[in-house]
């Protein structure tokens, strides 16, 4: 006997974790008429290149703040945080409460004057302005290709997503979001991206706000939900059963916590990531560039910081009551992450929480409203990619490196053409995802590559007039290349990666018929918990549970990875190669030598017949032995990867991220804060011995040049610096009652 | 771009919600009087019906304040 059910009644979970009633789908298909409609409606207002990239100018502060804060305020954050709570616990709050509203705040105050006074239309435009045209080209292609893989990457995890929680065909998925969000991009613009933003801020939040509350009703308020998570994260995170999961900054001293970064890497790493987020993502500056003058630009971008204070009301919470509400029979539900071999064939993920919560609350018509806000997430964040990609393309790269000269129409119908043309490219990529496990690690290394050394030669080009075009350019590209390097030096293994030894039952087809495996599981009665600390408690030595104790696969194919088999005693362990088991049959052990370490050999399976029981199911076991009987077909691999973008080499994190213990979102935020001073130092460094721009060529550009607009008075309560203050004071208040 | 002649946001935003609204507090009346689908949790605060009056409230401020005869816009 080697191991006991992996999950609870020989686990597998469904195929379809929602299901929509009419009255959902009415509601969905609602929204798909309403963003349409509304795109045909605003062609008529986005008749210049102005209107079409930058939606004339003409916002108020309300519609660019909620626009602001929309386009961030994605589906895969909704999910991805409220899963990364899961994981982390309060501490993921860091990403609202440290990385992105302080960033936002400084936007609003110290950058937005020079973004709007010198009447940009791009963050590459800026470049343009303030070095030359060689930053400007970096700048316009490189955003150009991280928008196209940022959107691939959204439709992807909606596709994804929506097969999983909704048994939608992937590619199904894909092509409607896609040519419903051409449509109305393509109209008209950033007009129509920036309406259906707030129409997606208020869907989102009507859609998920019960969820919260109906979880802290049923918990028994805040109080209880802390005690409860402390009891359960016990279970569900045994390894770090003494870390605070309900703390903000206590746990950071050292790398020893869920999220295995410490203070250092958080106020200098993490918070670095934010200000390149925030302040040179063309993306987040589009929204609130485009405002009607200045005041209400700051005033927007002040809004989004209220509002971004408050999301985690409905993104860090849902994650704090999914380790307290959760549960599988008596014992609180363990969730997984994406890379476990087991997700989805046997255990939910971690991606999973917030639909998990969905499907415990909302019935018919509040889960209709509550997946099309998902939908809409997903689609006003692809839309804000395209809209961006279209203006940076035609303005920073198409016009002045192809075509100079033509009429703004000729623009407008660039821009128009660029938007179905990012549709298409954006498609290309979300295929090439099916091969990436991870979308949030991805997203984090996208922005390590592409945004920090923008984030590096922007603020320096702001606030220090001696920073030359030369030091611009060549501190922007060479922290690009020093990126890449780090990226894949800490992916890059010299002496061979052997993934865990695994295998996956497939069917076989007879005559066009398939013929899914057949898999007798053997059982017998033990007495439960022996050698675990709960042994010793009064009531638990009487307990007997069922374990499995052999697997027995009668027919079908196996693909064993990494695992050696015996084909007859005495013969050296196989490896590798196809055949068919013979009379003799062959077994597979347990366990089995990895990389030196013994690792208990998980079996998985889509659909399985399990001998007893009618129809198919979903299958996964680890460390049990297992027989194959005659007439299985066996195809052994033996694999040994010298680069995965997925698995992290501690021999070099540990010099890049300050400790072995780092974990993936630790390295990636260390390597992002030494890309943003390798960008400065050689700034710097460059601008030292080369010729800067006169004076005159900076005005409106660089602090102490820029002269701000006289705007007339304003009312005390639309004063932006008081409103930073407030603000600012708010989320210090926030800091210390969590920490 | 014509400012004039554009239908404010608002407007938009307050149909739609209106429109959900009415369906899901048609769904909370409806649940009030039959029974509930098994296994939700906390269905006996009838989240459906208080949410889709919450709903009508916002959607029909704000379809009332911009619709789009009226001569005030945001």
Redesign the interface.
Same mark, same amino acid.
């Given at each position: 006997m080697y191991d006991m059910f992996l999950f609870a009644g020989l686990g597998s979970v469904p195929q379809v974790l929602l299901h929509l009633s009419a009255?959902d789908w009415?509601?969905i298909v609602?929204?798909f008429i309403?963003v349409v409609g509304?795109g045909f409606?605003l062609k008529?207002?986005?008749?210049?290149g102005?209107?079409f990239f930058l939606?004339?100018r003409?916002m108020?502060a309300?519609?660019a703040g909620l626009s602001f804060i929309s386009a961030n305020l994605s589906a895969l954050e909704l999910m991805g945080w409220s899963a990364q709570t899961y994981q982390y616990g309060l501490q993921a709050a860091h990403s609202y409460w440290f990385n992105a509203v302080p960033a936002i705040i400084f936007l609003a105050i110290v950058m937005m004057p020079f973004y709007y006074i010198c009447k940009t239309h791009s963050v590459p435009g800026y470049l343009k302005l303030r070095y030359d045209g060689r930053s400007s080209a970096v700048g316009g292609i490189s955003f150009a290709l991280m928008t196209i893989l940022v959107s691939g990457a959204s439709m992807f995890s909606m596709a994804k997503i929506l097969h999983l929680l909704l048994g939608w065909d992937m590619n199904f998925s894909i092509w409607v979001s896609s040519i419903t969000v051409a449509v109305y991009v393509t109209l008209a613009g950033l007009?129509s991206a920036i309406?259906n933003e707030?129409?997606q801020f208020?869907?989102i939040w009507?859609g998920t706000l019960?969820i919260p509350i $109906?979880g802290l009703?049923?918990v028994g308020g805040w109080s209880k939900l802390v005690e409860t998570v402390q009891r359960n994260v016990q279970i569900i995170h045994p390894q770090f059963k003494n870390a605070n999961f309900t703390s903000l900054w206590s746990g950071l001293g050292s790398f020893d916590n869920p999220m295995g970064i410490d203070w250092f890497g958080i106020v200098f790493g993490f918070s670095v990531c934010g200000f390149s987020y925030w302040c040179t993502d063309f993306l987040q500056v589009q929204r609130v560039i485009v405002a009607k003058n200045l005041r209400a630009a700051q005033n927007g971008t002040l809004i989004g910081a209220v509002l971004k204070m408050c999301v985690p009301f409905i993104v860090i919470l849902p994650g704090l009551l999914g380790l307290a509400l959760l549960m599988d029979g008596e014992k609180p539900m363990t969730l997984v992450p994406e890379s476990d071999v087991r997700a989805n064939f046997t255990a939910y993920t971690y991606n999973d929480l917030l639909p998990l919560l969905m499907g415990?609350? $909302?019935?018919?018509?509040?889960l209709g409203?509550g997946v099309t806000a998902i939908i809409a997430g997903f689609m006003s964040g692809m839309a804000g990619n395209i809209s961006a990609f279209a203006t940076v393309w035609t303005y920073d790269v198409y016009k002045p490196l192809i075509n100079k000269s033509a009429s703004d129409r000729h623009y407008l119908n660039m821009g128009r053409w660029c938007s179905v043309l990012g549709i298409v490219f954006s498609i290309g990529t979300a295929y090439l995802l099916f091969y990436f496990s991870n979308i949030l690690e991805y997203f984090q290394a996208l922005g390590m590559i592409f945004l920090l050394p923008l984030f590096g030669v922007i603020i320096l080009g702001m606030l220090w007039k001696r920073c030359t075009p030369a030091g611009g350019f060549w501190g922007f590209l060479l922290a690009i290349f020093a990126s890449i390097g780090m990226f894949v030096l800490v992916h890059t293994f010299p002496e061979g990666y052997r993934p865990s030894p695994n295998a996956i039952l497939e069917s076989t087809w007879v005559g066009g018929v398939e013929q899914p495996p057949r898999v007798i599981v053997k059982t017998e009665s033990v007495k439960a918990l022996e050698n675990s600390e709960d042994a010793k408690k009064p009531n638990s030595e009487n307990k007997y549970v069922e374990q499995i104790v052999q697997v027995v696969i009668e027919s079908g194919k196996i693909v064993l990875t990494n695992v050696p088999l015996t084909v007859k005693s005495g013969e050296e362990p196989f490896v590798k190669g196809e055949f068919t088991v013979g009379d003799a049959g062959v077994e597979i052990p347990g366990v089995a030598k990895n990389s030196g370490e013994e690792k208990k050999i998980q079996i998985f399976s889509t659909k399985v017949l399990l001998a007893g029981e009618e129809g198919t199911t979903k299958f996964g076991v680890e460390g049990v032995r297992t027989v194959l009987n005659p007439g299985v077909q066996v195809v052994a691999r033996d694999v040994t990867q010298y680069f995965n973008p997925g698995q992290f080499n501690p021999q070099f994190t540990k010099f890049l991220a300050r400790s072995k213990k780092a974990q993936p979102f630790a390295v990636y935020v260390y390597c992002s804060l030494w890309t943003f001073l390798i960008s400065v130092v050689i700034a710097v460094g460059v601008s030292l011995f080369t010729k800067p721009k006169d004076e005159a060529d900076l005005k409106d550009l660089v602090m102490g040049l820029t002269q701000l607009p006289d705007e007339g008075r304003c009312p005390w309560y639309q004063e932006p610096k008081l409103w930073a203050a407030i603000v600012a004071v708010a989320l210090l208040g926030l800091n210390l009652f969590f920490w | 771009m014509d400012e004039q002649k554009q239908i404010p946001i608002w407007f938009f935003i307050g149909t739609l919600l209106l429109i959900y609204g009415v369906i899901i507090t048609g769904v909370g009346v409806y649940y009030c009087i039959f029974p509930a689908p098994q296994g939700l949790a906390m269905q006996d605060y009838h989240p459906d019906l208080w949410w889709g009056i919450l709903l009508l409230a916002i959607g029909g401020f704000y379809t009332f304040h911009y619709f789009p005869s009226r001569k005030k816009n945001g």
């Open positions: 009255i009415l509601i609602i929204y309403a509304i409606y008529r207002f986005a008749d210049t102005e209107d939606a004339g003409k108020t309300w519609v007009i309406f707030v129409i208020f869907l009507l019960l $109906l009703i049923e415990k609350y $909302l019935g018919p018509g509040l409203l | -």
